[in-house]
């Protein structure tokens, strides 16, 4: 269904368990894909506080913690919600689509 010059397509949906995140390498990007009770969000996979990759961190509801120093990101809104991050990360919005995760072209 993806309109293929504003939608880039990252996964299959069943790419990524319930409650985790995995990294994607596509289109130039590197992004965190979570699922959160089987709803999807994107988010830049590396920290704005260092070198931590957030699909390495752990997920806990909506909330991403990365596993270098601990700060956390709300992966909903990309807001900052633990130090010592204090830059929010990117978010990208992701398009409906019923077996894939797809994002609107940044
Ligand atoms: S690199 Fe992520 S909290 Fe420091």
Redesign the pocket.
Known sequence: MSNSETALLLCKKSDVPEGEAIKIEAHGLELAVYNVENLFYVTDDL??????S?SEGFLEGHVIE?D????CFDVRNGEVVAP??MIPIKTYEVVEDAENVVIKQP
Do not use: E, K
């Open positions: 920290c704005t506080h260092g070198p931590g957030l990365c270098f120093h601990g700060g010592p991050c």
